[in-house]
């Protein structure tokens, strides 16, 4: 009986995992999966790994991972205790200085970042040290976030199996990692007006702290931060919509700046 449950379970899922690789695919939006059935987050991180494999089964190949609700205000405001990470694609890769087309999104928003590149295997429970050792080198970056569900309305669990809304990213320049990343102001422009500013001390108090986080929620599921993947440590702002015809930057204090222009309709 159990066997044929399991069964049943998988096409239920491979089901949602094509509902939203489709969706992401198409630019449009679907409705909640929460809404449709009880899911858990175990499954939707199941989904998740799914959907993505749909990616990689057209050439895709995977750039790294990305971390959300890392701020404890955004945890708070979604109810939940623990951070939640998605996986990034070399599909999802916006040029530094490049364009992007609002027609590939549903409802696009964007947040300023810190990346890491990650330069040895991690996985687990690891220190601070470990953390600082495994970095190969720091980024600052812009996030380019779309949740594919109706209004852009979701549970934790929602956004896990829509891979946490990930789409794309800017990289800027590769600096070496300085010992201090604690408190860097990071101003995000659109057409050079300030918009959203904050601080990388708002990313889990400290952007090293997504690398230990990251490890260990990583390592939950399987997986493990490998050499040349990015990681994105989390957003340092509220996240803010895009409209045609912007340019929007980020300048990260130590680190430089990067960003992209939005296509106008």
Known sequence: M??????????????????????????QSVT?????????????YD????????????????????????????????????????????????DDGGAID???????????????????????????EQALDAIEAVMPALEVIDSRYRNFKFSHIDVVADNCSST????????????DLSDLKMVMTVDGVPVAEGSSSAILDHPLNSVIEAARCLAEYGETLQPGDILL???????????????VAVEVAGLGG????????
Request: proline letters at 4%; one cysteine or more.
């Open 2 to 27: 159990s066997h044929n449950h399991n069964k049943h379970e998988k096409m239920m899922l491979d089901q949602y995992a094509a509902v939203l690789d489709d969706a992401a695919k198409d630019a």
């Open 32 to 44: 909640q999966l929460t809404e449709q059935a009880p899911i858990s987050l175990a499954d939707a």
């Open 47 to 94: 989904i998740q790994k799914r959907s993505i494999a749909c990616r990689y089964h057209r050439g895709e190949r995977r750039t790294g991972f990305k971390l959300g609700f890392t701020s404890k205000a955004k945890q708070e405001q979604m109810g939940v205790s623990d951070l939640i990470w998605g996986r990034l694609t070399d599909a999802m890769i916006i």
């Open 102 to 128: 609002l027609a590939h999104y549903v409802h696009p928003r964007v947040e300023p970042e810190i990346a890491f590149v990650i330069g040895k295997p991690l996985s687990g429970e690891i220190t601070a």
């Open 168 to 179: 794309g990213y800017v990289l800027g320049p590769r600096r070496e990692k300085t010992r």
């Open 233 to 247: 440590a989390g957003a340092a702002t509220a996240a803010v919509a895009l409209a045609p015809g912007q340019s």
């Open 258 to 265: 990067c960003g992209f222009t939005v296509k106008e309709d």
